[in-house]
């Protein structure tokens, strides 16, 4: 028995939710604007620069991991003011 298909049936897909937690090259793929490098660079320089008490930076272990919203909003706060 087949039924026809109501519109609560064909509701549009749920929004994309991009992870919290991600690695290097994760993030610079989800922000294409970043690239491996520089996020590297960041991270290499991450006591001087700030990053590392922004609370993006996570160890696991021997992994460096980054919250993701944590490091956007420190990017943002070195935007140079014109």
């Known amino acids: 028995m087949q039924t026809e298909a109501t519109a609560d049936d064909r509701a549009a897909p ?12 994760q993030l610079a793929k989800i ?3 970043l690239g491996v490098g ?5 991270l ?3 006591k ?3 990053l590392e ?8 272990g021997r992994r460096i991991l980054l919250h993701r ?7 943002d706060s070195r ?3 014109a």
Do not use: C, K, M, Q
């Open 44 to 46: 290499f320089h991450r």
């Open 14 to 25: 749920a929004p994309v939710v991009l992870p919290t937690y991600v690695t290097v090259p």
């Open 79 to 81: 935007r140079a003011v």
């Open 69 to 75: 919203e944590r490091y956007l909003g420190w990017l």
């Open 53 to 60: 008490a922004s609370g993006a930076v996570i160890y696991r």
């Open 38 to 42: 520089a996020i590297r660079d960041d």
């Open 48 to 50: 001087r620069n700030g």
């Open 31 to 33: 922000e294409p604007a």
